[in-house]
T-cell receptor, first 114, second 117 residues
Framework: GDSVTQMEGPVTLSEEAFLTINCTYTATGYPSLFWYVQYPGEGLQLLLKATKADDKGSNKGFEATYRKETTSFHLEKGSVQVSDSAVYFCALPGVSGGYNKLIFGAGTRLAVHP | GAGVSQSPSNKVTEKGKDVELRCDPISGHTALYWYRQSLGQGLEFLIYFQGNSAPDKSGLPSDRFSAERTGGSVSTLTIQRTQQEDSAVYLC???????????????FGSGTRLTVV
């Protein structure tokens, strides 16, 4: 079945460091891919998305490229800030029961220190 | 509304009591979802409503859990005879009709934190 695998956290970085959070997927066809972010005490927010192979999603300095050949959608940011501390979830729409059920990875907690 | 609204934001209940959690989706979003997030864990799908179609209940963990959606808008998730393992954050999300969720993603509410003591 469809699945999403994320690197385990927590990821701890100093401010202005480079961030990569790995995400790989298994899916039927070529679904859209998403990154969601959950700040402390809040719900999930859509961070960025890509709808087809080689698309690059970007938002708030974060980027992720839809790589069909490696079935990956790694999240990157060139210079993280303390305010980026959150949990990040990779997701794709599952094919079970139709294409309207997002399957989430386990989440990766990022802690950025000054 | 402008966003997905959930109430209450926090709920503490005694073991064995029933609770109702409410979700008010974005106006015009015909698809509505409930997820559960246990402490430090990922997201667990519970139930999905799409318009007037029969809901996908495949994620409900037991028959103590039920949900309804009235008038294609507001949804209520009911947990009967609550247990301590039901303690979690319950998240609601909505998306545009048909493949809108798959294409544009879901908009989540801030969640209801349920604590069963």
């Amino acid at each position: 079945g469809d699945s999403v695998t994320q690197m385990e956290g927590p990821v701890t970085l100093s401010e202005e460091a480079f961030l990569t959070i790995n995400c790989t997927y298994t899916a039927t066809g070529y679904p859209s891919l998403f990154w969601y972010v959950q700040y402390p005490g809040e719900g999930l927010q859509l961070l960025l998305k890509a709808t087809k192979a080689d698309d690059k999603g970007s938002n708030k300095g974060f980027e992720a490229t839809y790589r069909k050949e490696t079935t990956s959608f790694h999240l990157e940011k060139g210079s993280v800030q303390v305010s980026d501390s959150a949990v990040y979830f990779c997701a794709l729409p599952g094919v079970s029961g139709g294409y309207n059920k997002l399957i989430f990875g386990a989440g990766t907690r990022l802690a950025v220190h000054p | 509304g402008a966003g997905v609204s959930q109430s209450p934001s926090n709920k503490v209940t005694e073991k064995g009591k029933d609770v109702e959690l409410r979700c008010d989706p974005i106006s015009g979003h015909t698809a509505l979802y409930w997820y559960r997030q246990s402490l430090g864990q990922g997201l667990e799908f519970l139930i999905y409503f799409q318009g007037n179609s029969a809901p996908d209940k495949s994620g409900l963990p037991s028959d103590r859990f039920s949900a309804e959606r009235t008038g294609g808008s507001v949804s209520t998730l009911t947990i009967q005879r609550t247990q301590q393992e039901d303690s979690a954050v319950y998240l609601c999300a909505s998306s545009p009709p048909y493949t809108g969720g798959a294409t544009y993603g879901y908009t989540f509410g801030s969640g209801t934190r349920l604590t069963v003591v």
